[in-house]
């Protein structure tokens, strides 16, 4: 089934995949520029590639209603309450600590708008759970996954965040102007 889904990917939809997606065993993926739709099933796809597939998301409660709900859970959404009083931050920091092997993979930006600053949300789960952050870039003008070496904070967010923000320099989503 693997060299199925490989082909597909590689010679059909003519992607590639750059950098090593050997993740630890617990981390944080911010996959990033997210500009459409569609570049939740080209992830997706890509993490049926790698080694490690048991990659979980997070997505607004909202797209976890009958029926999707089902479909949501299958592929490891686990919906968040955008709107409740609870911390998130620690809730999700709460998941890495409560298993042996945990890899969430979220959107810095938030949305799939054009943005001038991230959510930091990722940011401050990385550091209260103490996992380290790889940074994975969505280029579809090269219909390439980019998967960058695993980066560790500093606990210095503005640099840490300028940082991070530098490897997505020039990389373009499926909406350009959005990226």
Sequence with gaps: MKKIREYIFYNVLKWKIVGDTNF???????AAPHTHWSDFFIAIFARSLFDNKNVYFIGKKELFAFPLKYFMNWLGG???????????????ADLFNQNESFILALSPEGTRKKVSSW??????IAKKANVPIYSVALDFENKQIKVFNPFIITGNIDNDIT????????????IPEYS
């Design 78 to 92: 686990m919906p968040v309450n955008r709107n409740s009083n609870s911390n998130s931050v620690d809730l999700i």
């Design 24 to 30: 630890a065993k617990k981390c944080i993926i911010i």
């Design 119 to 124: 959510k930091t949300g990722f940011y401050y």
């Design 163 to 174: 940082h991070l923000r530098s490897l997505y320099k020039g990389v373009k989503g499926k």
